[in-house]
């Protein structure tokens, strides 16, 4: 009966474990969805906020690191409520980024919002949305700029006097190495501290500088 009843705590302990070692993994969501995380919201706070001097790693400005899910979902995110999410609430109210800074078009906020919303999965190996095929300026170049890049390379912070918010910006940024950073095969591999843009992506900038840097 001892060996029984034993057994059964065992068995029992073992199950508990298991139930408690699930609940701590993050919940993901569909890569096919409408919003992923890896694809859609990580790259604005890379752009946005984890930038030197702000909230990467090294800074951590107002104790504040927003390079990763598990940083952001720490920060002051209420899952399934946005508007009880300070970090959200901060970034509504124009406090984040500061006015030095670029701030996020309302796309990018009501993505944001969404995604919390959504339960603010952690959506990883999300599928592409990119076609090589489109590059025009207005419509593929200026928007990759902004998720990716404007953080650091805007003309209110133009990082190595590099400006990509606009057309004369990103055109004179070519002759400076866009292409090499891009790449990852320069001195200054971007986006800095993320994830290298995707082939499709970077191959959208190739074909829309081969086809002579239109501002289409």
Same mark, same amino acid.
């Given at each position: ?6 057994? $059964? ?20 969501? /569909? ?21 030197? @001097?702000?909230? /990467? ?5 107002? @104790? $504040?690191?927003?390079?990763? $899910? ?9 899952? @399934? ?11 509504? /109210? @124009? ?87 891009? /790449?990852?095969?320069?001195? $200054? ?28």
């Amino acid at each position: 009966m001892k060996l029984k009843h034993f057994g $059964y705590l065992f068995f029992t302990t073992l199950v508990l474990l298991a139930s408690m070692q699930a609940c701590s993994h993050d919940t993901y969501s /569909d890569p096919n969805g409408p919003i992923c995380f890896e694809r859609d919201i990580l790259p604005i706070f890379n752009s946005k906020c984890a930038s030197s @001097g702000c909230h /990467d790693a090294s800074s951590r400005a107002e @104790g $504040y690191v927003l390079d990763s $899910y598990k940083h952001i979902t720490k920060s002051g995110i209420s899952k @399934g409520r946005p508007n009880s999410s300070e970090l959200y609430t901060i970034i509504v /109210d @124009g406090e984040m980024p500061p006015k030095r800074s670029p701030k996020l078009t309302n796309d990018e906020v009501n993505l944001i919002h969404d995604w919390i919303a959504a339960g603010a999965k952690n959506g990883i190996n999300c599928v592409s949305r990119c076609d090589s095929s489109q590059f025009t300026f207005s419509k593929s170049i200026l928007p990759l700029m902004n998720k990716y890049c404007v953080g650091c390379h805007s003309a209110s912070n133009p990082s190595a006097a590099v400006d990509v918010s606009s057309y004369s910006g990103v055109k004179a940024s070519i002759s400076k190495g866009l292409m090499k950073s891009l /790449d990852h095969t320069g001195y $200054y591999p971007m986006p800095k501290g993320g994830s290298k843009l995707s082939d499709c992506e970077i191959n959208q900038v190739k074909n829309w500088i081969n086809a002579g840097a239109l501002n289409n």
